[in-house]
Every structure is written in C-alpha cells, then in structure tokens.
C-alpha cells in the first residue's frame, strides 16, 4: 500500500497523515452540522407547514417571519456568513476556529435550505390524510408524528440526501478558519502547491462520500414507498 | 340523533365571502340511512363536516348524540369524533401502511392491546369483505378494495354515525353498488346511522331512506324517497330524478324530430307517470280495452324505490278525439300523471 501509493501518488504519500486528519475533520463537520441541522429543519420545516394559512395550526405571524428569515439566510453566500458568524460562534462554542468553530456557521448554512426540503416533502403528504386523521380523532401533535412525518419518510430522506451532499460542499469553504476537511487539504496541499495527484485523490473520496450518502437516501427512500 | 340548528358557514371575508352552508337545519334519525344531494358546490361536502366538525359552523349548533359539538372543548371533540365514522371520495388511506396498518391506527389510544387490536382488524376486514388483503398495501388495491378498507377504519372505534362524502363517486357503476350494498346490510346488523353525500340520485335511491337537496348552499326540498320521487317540487330535484330515468329522453327526441316521435294526424304523444304507491291494475291495457284506443308504449320505465313502484311510460295514443279526452281522464282518475308532450290535432 505505502509502496504503491510512493510510486504513482508521491504528494499523497508525502502528506498521508493530513489526507486521514482532513478526512477525519470532514466527516466529523458532516456528521454534527448534519445532525444539527436535520433536526432544526425538521422543527423548521414542520413549523412552517402547520402555520401556514390552509396548515392545521394557522399562525400567519410565526409563518411570515420564519419564511422570511429563511430566505435570508439563504441569501447569503457561505462565505461571508461564515465571518458574519464569528462573534455568535466564539459566543456559542467558546471558539471560532477549527472543526468546533466551523459548525456553527455550518449549522446556520445547512439549516434554512433542510428546513425548506423538510417543508417540501410535508407539503406532499396528501391533505386527505390529514382531514381523516382528524376526522378519526388524532390531536395536532399525533397528525405531524404519524402522518406528517411518517408518510414522508421517503421524501425527508432524499431531502437529507441533497442537504448532506451539498453540505459536504459547504465544508470545503469551512477550510477558511482553520477546520481543515478534504477541500481545505485539496486547496494547500494540491491546488496551491500544484500537485494535482492529491486533487484527484480528494476528488475520488469525495465521490465516494457522495455515493454512500446517495445510496443510503435512496434505499430509506425506497424501503418506505409502498 | 343528529341535529342540525340553523347552521351556516362562510369562507373569506368582505369581498370575497362564499356562503357554502346557508342556514340548514336538518334531523337525522337513528338508524336511518340519510342522504344529501346536491350538484357540485352546492355545499353538501361543507355541511358534512360541519356534523363532526371539520368545519366549524359560523353560525348554528350541531347535536350529535344529544351532545352539542360545538361546545365541546378540542380534548372532548375529538372523543366525540372517534364516534363519528368518516369515509371519502379518495378513501384517505396511508400510503406506508399496509391495510391492518390503516385499520388499526385509527384504534391506537382506545385501551386495546395488540392481540385484542389485531383480532378487531381481522374481524373489521371480514366484515367489510376483505380478510385476505390485511398485508396487502393501498397502492396494491382496486378502489372498491380501498373503499372498503376505509370503511373498516371508519367502524374501528363502533362509531354511532358514518359520514359519508361522496364515497362512491370515484367507484365504477358495479363497485359503486357492492359497496351500496355493504353500507346497507352495515346499517341493518349495526344499526349504525349513516349520512351520505352524493351528486348521484341513483345513490339516493339504491340506499337511503330520506334525503335532503342542496342548492347554493341551503337545502330546498327534504321528505322521504318515496315522496321526493314522486312529487319532486323543485327544479333542482326534478333534474336529478330525470337523471336516474330515460323518461326525459322523449321531449330530446320530440326536439329532434325523431322518426319514432312523427304522429299521424289526430294521434298525440303523453307520459303517464305512476304517483300511488299501489300499481298494480293493469291500467294501460284497460284503458285501452275500454275506450277502444290504440296505446303504443315506446318507453317505459318502473322502478322499485323503498319498496314501491314508481316510474311511468311514454306512449302515442291513436283513436277518436273524443275517446281519447276520455281515456285521459280516466287515469288521471285513477291517479296516473298525464302530461300530453305533442299532440297531432286534425283541424
């Protein structure tokens, strides 16, 4: 392995504990901002779904600002959100720097654009289901639990899907204040240096990142359509 | 059993104010199968669920087992309505789960437990005639089949009432009347009451036992089937009986000048309409034996509503004049509707 990897992939060799750091600090970005975020967007997204005006709970106050403030989150490029973030990061993780402090911008990146997949996929659901639950019975709360979300699994899951994988993209920029991550070590390492081998490496894991993601999404997805 | 009070119910504000439901008041007895009729955005889908609330009444009260469900608070309405079947136009069934799924979700919360819960499913899918189907999912169902799963769901907590929105307008003609029949024989070995939503009055007539028409959101004309039959008042009720029979068609074929409708000189076209509920002299026969007429029937229809004939025929009487004046009296003695449609009088 060491031996092949010297021959055809020298840069990568070079740099090999780095390539494991920066895999390692994606993964874990991914894995707590996705974390984080899927279940703020599912709040999010289930909120604005219920207080929208035809919703169950109507509240066109909590609907209005939320859109709103959706949209404008969504408005702003990565980038600048993520030094537009630093007081509030350093105020909320104690630091601003590094994987910690790359979460939050992160979270509040990822966040508004899962709240409005988890928005779209509840949308779906068929307002039948909802007028029978009630017409059975069931409390608001029991409607968002087991018809809401239940009969949107297949859609929350692939809405996770695309999240999480432009979110892997999010972290490559996250690289901007020191979280390291695949895109920053691409950046350094190959780009700047011009050693395309580890360009091509960082790519290839990126894709396979990618494509276990996919894989995942589809197969709930899947397992849930009836 | 169920009482409706002058309810009324608007949508929107200023400008833009519907009025679906405009002061109805109905009573609905137990045990009985009731139907409500009307053309699409007459009002009768609101109406329906102003009875468990799905739309709250803006004006009006709503008594359902001598409890007014407008009083109710959420936690007390939402008892109420597990007493209160309801099936659909599009069934409503979950799509991620199977057909026991569906059935037993609406019992969660009712103290079963699991064995107690699947035995009911299994009972609830042997009634409604699909046993077999229990793992089977919606998607894998015909509609009939759906329909019935629906209707298993909406008995699962032995409701009192089942609503019914136009349950059998997605169905075809045959399903429509299996699943007629399975609303009927539940009714007679449940005793359960049943209010039926329908722009079909071949619905009507197949089940129910009173109905009440709709227009512009008040109801016009209510009575029994029998009398609504027979004696329609409003316009709006006299084009839904032409609906359910091919007497009409004879003034489209007198417009069109039909060859069947060309009447020699002195012959005339009527429609004899049958209004007591005992036909059973043979009255065209007689009436021509009598007068010495000729009575030639080109249509005739008789159906059995609530046990009694009613319906009627076309027919091109031919004769003397003066036999004829007769012969029209005396079943119009006999209390036959005579409506003369043409009339090739020689001058």
Known sequence: MQEWLETYLPNVADSFPVLQQSILETLQMVLAAGLISFFLGVLLGTILTVTRRNGILPNPAVYQVLDKLINLFRSIPFIILLFCLLPLTRLLVGTAIGVRGAIVPLVFGTTPFFARQIEASLWEVDPGLIEAAQAMGNSNFEIILHVYWRESIAGIARGTTITLISLIGLTAMAGAVGAGGLGNYAYIYGQQRNRMDIIYVTVVILVLMVSVIQIIGNTIAKRNTH | MIELTHVSKDFGKGQQEVHAVRDVSLSIDKGEIFGIIGFSGAGKSTLVRCINLLERPTAGTVTVDDKDLTALSARELRQ????????????????????????????????????????????????????????????????????????????????????????????????????????????????????????????????????????????????????????????????????????????????????????????????????????????????????????????????????????????????????????????????????????????
């Not at chain 2, 789960?97 to 009911?120: F, H, P, Q």
């Not at chain 2, 007679?188 to 329908?198: D, H, M, N, P, S």
């Not at chain 2, 000729?294 to 003066?322: C, M, Y």
């Open chain 2, 80 to 347: 109420a309505r597990k007493k209160i079947g309801m099936i659909f136009q599009h069934f409503n069934l979950m799509p991620s789960r199977t057909v026991a799924g569906n059935v037993a979700y609406s019992m969660r919360g009712s103290g079963l437990n699991r064995k107690e819960t699947a035995d009911k499913v299994a009972h609830l899918l042997e009634l409604v005639g699909i046993g077999d189907k229990a793992n089977a999912y919606p998607s894998q169902l015909s509609g009939g089949q759906k329909q019935r799963v629906a209707i298993a769901r909406a008995l699962a907590n032995d409701p009192n009432v089942l609503l019914c929105d136009e349950a059998t307008s997605a169905l075809d003609p045959q399903t429509t009347r299996s699943i007629l029949h399975l609303l009927k024989h539940l009714n007679e070995t449940l005793g359960i009451t049943i209010v039926l939503i329908t722009h079909e009055m071949a619905v009507v007539k197949e089940i129910c036992s009173r109905v009440a028409v709709m227009e512009h959101g008040s109801v016009v004309e209510q009575g029994d089937i029998f009398s609504i039959f027979v004696s329609p008042k409003q316009t709006v009720t006299q084009d839904f009986i032409r609906t359910t029979s091919n007497l009409q068609k004879i003034e489209e074929l007198i417009a069109e000048n039909a060859p069947i409708t060309q009447l020699k000189p002195g012959e005339l076209i009527v429609r004899l309409s049958y209004t007591e509920r005992n036909t059973s002299e043979a009255l065209i026969s007689s009436a021509s034996r009598q007068f010495e007429i000729d009575i030639n029937i080109i249509f005739a229809n008789i159906e059995n509503v609530q046990g009694a004939p009613i319906g009627g025929t076309v027919a091109i009487i031919s004769g003397a004049r003066e036999r004829i004046t007769a012969a029209i009296a005396y079943l119009i003695e006999k209390n036959v509707g005579v409506e003369v449609l043409k009339d090739a009088r020689v001058a």
